[in-house]
Each structure stands twice: as structure tokens, then as C-alpha cells.
């Protein structure tokens, strides 16, 4: 096979995994003009139609799958030997994506970052913030950073941070006009700040315990979002009660622009985690990351 042929498999690859000529070409380091004459050039060597093309989108034809069920693990394996080689080094080297919900990327990933990469100088890093919890296989990610009872069981999981705990919170000024929940379930009565999931899509139940029992409320209230601190600022306002995560809230606790509401029924979770398939082998700059991450307790 002559290097150009196996330089448009790995453009049609590209185009096919970014569903985009625009965004496969800027991975790529080349024009989408020229990626596009690539393709239609190996089409044309192949006498078959790879892509499918409209205005908005680009996706593969049955023959483009068929090819793409070859070429992907041929070339993954390709890039796992290379990073394999990386070993032989003194100094780890490759790259290593990460998909992150936002709140781990900024407490977690942020911090740990300068020194990692001061460190390793030959790793490249990249970081994608998503609520969502996607499949990380299926979108060509190394690894992920979730909740731990989110991970999937399927996964190697590695503790990159402590446990967490909810916090409900309201403004003092909330608080003066409409009264202080005793209970979970006083929360139904009042304005609540509520919390759209982004995988679901539907409204997140409030989750608590008592004496050891799972207890989940469906609230309401004038406001929905899915931001985690803009929920939290929204309560500083005074539009009603929120639920976070208490590290979100912690400086607005501090300084009595917050006050905590049922503590007794806000029991501790799971962490972060950082997660990746245990399938093949580790490549050595997410084992790199993996390690500069892992939660060591003091």
C-alpha cells in the first residue's frame, strides 16, 4: 500500500468519526477543500461511495461502515503500539482526551494540570467539559471523569477526589419570607430551584436519607437549569431553594449569603472518578494522568 492510500484511510476515518470535513480538517492540520479532494480520490480508486453528503452533515455508507469496522481497531492498535513505545522512553509521551463534567474539570483536572504538564512535557492534554454521560469508546475518548456511582461497571475506575455531600441552601431574605423546610418533604411547599439532567433530559428528584433509607423528592419552583452554579447563584438571589453539591456552595455558606438547610438528610456520595476501558492496553500518558490524579488521602 503506497503512504497516500493509507493517508486518505486515516482522512476517511477522521471525516467519518468528526461527522464533519470542517472539523476532521482541523484535527488534521489541513483545508477541508483539500480533505474533501482526498476523499473523493480514494472513492474514486475504490469505485465506491464512502460518505453520504448534505449540506448539514456527512455520515458513511454501508460501504463506508464496512470499511470502518477494519480500519478503526487496525488503526488503534496502530496508536496503542506507538504510545507502547513511549515506554521505552525516559519520559512518557503521547496524547490522552478526556471527557469531564465541568464541576471535576475546574476542582479536579484545573489544579492538577500545570504540574502534570511541567512534568511531562511530551504529553498533550485535552479536556472536553459535557454534563452528558456519554459512551467514551464510541466517541474516541481515553478516559472519562464522572460520579463514582455513575461509572460504569465495565470500567477500570481510579478515586481522584473525596467523597461529596449535598447541600440544600436558601438566602437569609428566602428564608425571612417563606419559612425554613423541616423536612424533605416540607420542601414540596415552597419555590425550588430545580436541576435538569443532561443525559436524561428530565428533572433531577432531590435525593436524601433517613435512618438509612433512601428518600427521593419531586420539587417545583420558578426556575429550571442545568448549571450547577448558576442554580447556586440563583438561590444567593433569593428565587428559592437550591441542591448542590456542598463544595459549590461553600464560600456562600461562609459568608452567610447561604444557609444550610436539612444537614441531617444530606448524607455523603461517591466522588469523582476518573474512568477507561480495561480492555486493551493503557497507554502510557493516560497511565501518566491516571497516576498525577489518583486520590491519595492525607
Known amino acids: 500500500m503506497k503512504r497516500d492510500e493509507l493517508n486518505d484511510l486515516a482522512a476517511f476515518v477522521a471525516v467519518a468519526d468528526a461527522g464533519s470535513f470542517t472539523r476532521a480538517a482541523g484535527q488534521l492540520g489541513m483545508s477541508p477543500s483539500a480533505l474533501s479532494h482526498a476523499i473523493r480520490g480514494l472513492e474514486s480508486r475504490l469505485g465506491l461511495r464512502l460518505l453520504a453528503r448534505t449540506t448539514r452533515s456527512v455520515a458513511p455508507t454501508e460501504a463506508g461502515e464496512r470499511l470502518l469496522k477494519t480500519l478503526r481497531p487496525s488503526f488503534e492498535a496502530i496508536a496503542t503500539e506507538l504510545g507502547a513505545l513511549g515506554q521505552l522512553r525516559d519520559t512518557p509521551t503521547g496524547s490522552v482526551r478526556v471527557t469531564s463534567v465541568r464541576q471535576a474539570a475546574v476542582s479536579i483536572l484545573g489544579p492538577a494540570l500545570p504540574e502534570f504538564l511541567r512534568r511531562y512535557p511530551d504529553i498533550r492534554v ?6 452528558r454521560f456519554i459512551d467514551i469508546v464510541e466517541q474516541r475518548f481515553d478516559a472519562g471523569i464522572r460520579f463514582g456511582e455513575s461509572v460504569e461497571k465495565d470500567m477500570v475506575a481510579v478515586r481522584i477526589g473525596p467523597d461529596l455531600r449535598g447541600a440544600v441552601v436558601a438566602s437569609p431574605a428566602y428564608l425571612a419570607a417563606h419559612g425554613t423546610p423541616k423536612t424533605p418533604q416540607a ?11 443532561a443525559t436524561s433530559q428530565s428533572l433531577y428528584h432531590w435525593e ?3 435512618k438509612g433509607r433512601p428518600l427521593r423528592v419531586k420539587v417545583d419552583g420558578p426556575l429550571v ?8 447563584q440563583a438561590a444567593v438571589d433569593g428565587l428559592g431553594i437550591a441542591c448542590a453539591v456542598e463544595d459549590l456552595a461553600a464560600e456562600h455558606l461562609a459568608s ?24 486493551r492496553q493503557t497507554p502510557p500518558a493516560l497511565a501518566a494522568l491516571v497516576d498525577a490524579l489518583r486520590y491519595r488521602p492525607a
Do not use: K, W
Open 187 to 197: 420542601l414540596t411547599a415552597h419555590r425550588c430551584i430545580n436541576y435538569r439532567l
Open 225 to 232: 437549569c442545568n448549571d450547577n452554579e448558576l442554580m447556586v
Open 208 to 210: 436524601f436519607a433517613h
Open 126 to 131: 485535552e479536556i472536553n467539559v459535557d454534563e
Open 256 to 279: 452567610g449569603r447561604l444557609v444550610r438547610l436539612l444537614q441531617a438528610y444530606c448524607p455523603s456520595f461517591p466522588g469523582f472518578y476518573l474512568y477507561y476501558p480495561g480492555h
